[in-house]
């Protein structure tokens, strides 16, 4: 359900968003010379894993080809990075948290037809709530913020005089690491740390 209302003199919808979100991780710097690193872990293997979040965009309509899309979503994400020893051992490190994100996107699509392809492109700030899985700091120290440039396309069904469905794919590129740095020896080990995601995204507005 959606509620329309004025906002600067253009046509604002609220709606509602559901996504499917499939995490990858990719070690941007890692220095494996000093001994009390090699000691603690002598290869490294980030996973890929998943999370789903559930946002309330605010759609305003800024001409006929534009949407600005501001929005608050709640997110539950995880990811992995198993820490390989010399004996071959295997060191599991999963990192679960429940985030709060606030992207700022820009919609361009013909709102004036019924149906059409949309492109979608922004920013993305996330800050971590809670961790919600045992602590890891002894591990991993994460940090609270991160961000993302997103890009996606997506193909908008109007329903209805003013209500809109649209289904999207979209890409999130990481910009920051998500590891503090130095801290622990295994903060060390990976160096930096970057989170890229995509995404299945369900739009109602």
Request: net charge positive; glycine share 10%.
């Amino acid at each position: 359900m959606c509620f329309s209302f004025s906002f600067l003199n253009a046509q604002s919808l609220i709606g509602g968003c559901v996504s499917l979100d499939y995490n990858l991780l990719s070690i941007v710097q890692s220095d494996f010379s000093p001994d009390s690193i090699k000691s603690v872990a002598q290869s490294f293997n980030p996973l890929r894993n998943g999370g789903i979040s559930v946002g309330i965009p605010l759609n305003i309509r800024m001409n006929r080809y534009a949407l600005f899309r501001p929005q608050a979503v709640f997110n539950i994400m995880t990811n992995q990075v198993n820490f390989g020893m010399e004996n071959s051992d295997v060191t599991a490190i999963r990192i679960q948290t429940i985030n709060v994100e606030f992207p700022l996107q820009m919609v361009f699509t013909d709102l004036n037809k019924k149906v059409g392809i949309a492109g979608v492109f922004g920013l993305r700030g996330g800050y971590k709530v809670q961790e919600i899985q045992e602590d890891n700091s002894q591990f991993l120290n994460v940090k609270k913020g991160y961000g993302f440039l997103d890009v996606g396309i997506g193909y908008r069904i109007k329903v209805g005089k003013r209500s809109a469905f649209m289904p999207e794919l979209r890409g999130s590129l990481g910009l920051n690491s998500i590891l503090e740095s130095g801290g622990t020896p295994y903060n060390l080990a990976v160096g930096r740390m970057k989170q890229n995601r995509i995404s299945v995204v369900l739009n109602f507005f």
